[in-house]
């Protein structure tokens, strides 16, 4: 599947989200249109179609401006079509995934001669990160916005995506793994959604905490040498005590000992810690 064609079945997947975030406001009703056009029939590969409320919604997804024929013929040609079909303004969004390589201007309407029609472009280089991360339907999106930190970014996603209700969790994590494939390094993503998965995991949870309980007895035996050796053997009861100090207040007595001299100084230890 491509980049394009996965922004498609996002969008008809949820189409009242993808029209509340181009459109700026909640919208609701949402039905997706069939994408053969009549007239010569052509397929909308890339290309959504929502009915809303008295107003068609045509939405375009583009990882490269370049086509044939070109993109501002494209729209003009769709606007034709769904008018002639459906009789109803029509509102054209361009999403476009990738900045061009090479800075060529992004046009946002087709003109030739007394002929002008105009459309709105989307760049999701531009976009805040924060409403993809969010909405669990925008979130494959999220890889793709605005940042100054993209390793960080992504990482926050996969947080995000670690949160999402588990029947759906595979499913957006897929997806917004392929998209982040767009911007990203395959290694770094694999290691990232791996490492998110595992940290969620109960699994994980317990190899976590058996290592800090590991930590711990290591803590205990290493203070307990070093009380014996300056010392002696400890008390029954002062060997009971010791053995309910928390890790940090093992590490406390570590520092403490060393101005032990007798027994009555851990004794006097154990009664204020």
Not at 64 to 93: A, F, G, H, N
Not at 234 to 255: A, D, S, V
Request: with cysteine; net charge negative.
């Amino acid at each position: 599947m491509s980049f394009d064609n996965l922004c498609k079945l996002l969008s008809e997947k949820h189409p009242e989200t993808f029209a509340s975030w181009v459109l700026g406001t909640p919208q609701t009703g949402a039905t997706v249109l069939k994408t053969e056009l009549s007239i010569e029939p052509i397929r909308a590969d890339y290309v959504t179609f929502l009915q809303l409320e008295g107003r068609i919604l045509h939405l375009e997804f583009q990882t490269k401006l370049e086509s044939t024929p070109p993109l501002p013929l494209r729209m003009l040609d769709y606007w034709v079509r769904l008018y002639r079909l459906y009789r109803l303004p029509i509102t054209q969004v361009v999403v476009l995934l990738l900045p061009p390589k090479d800075d060529s201007e992004i046009a946002t309407a087709f003109t030739v001669e007394n002929t002008r029609h105009e459309y709105r472009v989307i760049k999701m280089w531009e976009e805040n990160p924060e409403p993809f991360l969010q909405d669990s339907a925008l979130l494959p999106l999220a890889p793709l916005t605005a940042t100054n930190q993209p390793p960080v970014l992504l990482e926050k996603i996969v947080q995000r995506v670690n949160q999402v209700e588990t029947t759906q969790r595979p499913e957006i994590s897929a997806y917004t793994q392929i998209l982040a494939g767009l911007k990203f390094k395959k290694d770094l993503i694999r290691r990232l959604f791996r490492e998110g998965m595992m940290r969620e995991s109960v699994i994980y949870q317990e190899i976590l905490e058996e290592g800090e309980q590991r930590g711990e007895q290591r803590e205990r035996n290493l203070v307990l040498r070093q009380l014996t050796r300056k010392l002696g053997e400890l008390p029954p009861g002062m060997r009971k005590q010791f053995e309910t100090l928390t890790l940090e207040q093992l590490e406390t007595l570590g520092e403490a000992l060393l101005d032990f001299n007798t027994l009555l100084d851990l004794e006097a230890w154990l009664a204020n810690k």
